[in-house]
């Protein structure tokens, strides 16, 4: 059975940064894209940024236009942990966010590709 555990959400302030862990069991990361997604109170679940790799080792990571340049995913097999370094955050970030692995192919922005899922850590950022 695989297990998805977030950690890292808190309140800061706006410019501020955090960084979300995603502790995975059951499943290596070796076998999975993995996804960061968030859904703020009253809006849909929307995509943040994935990464998966090919046969090569090489990562590919893929960011949703309002992450880019301020987040950053990164994975480390040996723990089989995958973070999200989020800087420079805004008040709009603030939102549940969830963990996600999937098929390592695939439609890497869709939450339809994603079979399994954490409990979710709330990100609340103050102005």
């Known amino acids: 059975q695989v297990q998805l555990v977030e950690s890292g959400g808190g309140l800061v302030q706006a410019g501020g940064s955090l960084r979300l862990s995603c502790a995975a069991s059951?499943?290596?990361?070796?076998?999975?894209?993995m996804g960061w997604f968030r859904q703020a109170t009253g809006k849909e679940r929307e995509f943040v940024t994935s990464i998966t790799w090919d046969p090569s080792r090489t990562d590919y990571r893929y960011y949703a236009d309002h992450a880019k340049g301020r987040f950053t995913i990164s994975r480390d097999n040996a723990k089989n942990t995958v973070y999200l370094q989020m800087n420079s955050l805004k008040p709009e970030d603030t939102a549940v966010y969830y963990c996600a692995a999937g098929p390592r192919i695939g439609n890497y922005d869709s939450a339809g590709h994603y079979e399994h899922w954490g409990q979710g850590t709330q990100v609340t950022v103050s102005s």
């Open positions: 059951g499943r290596t990361l070796s076998s999975s894209a």
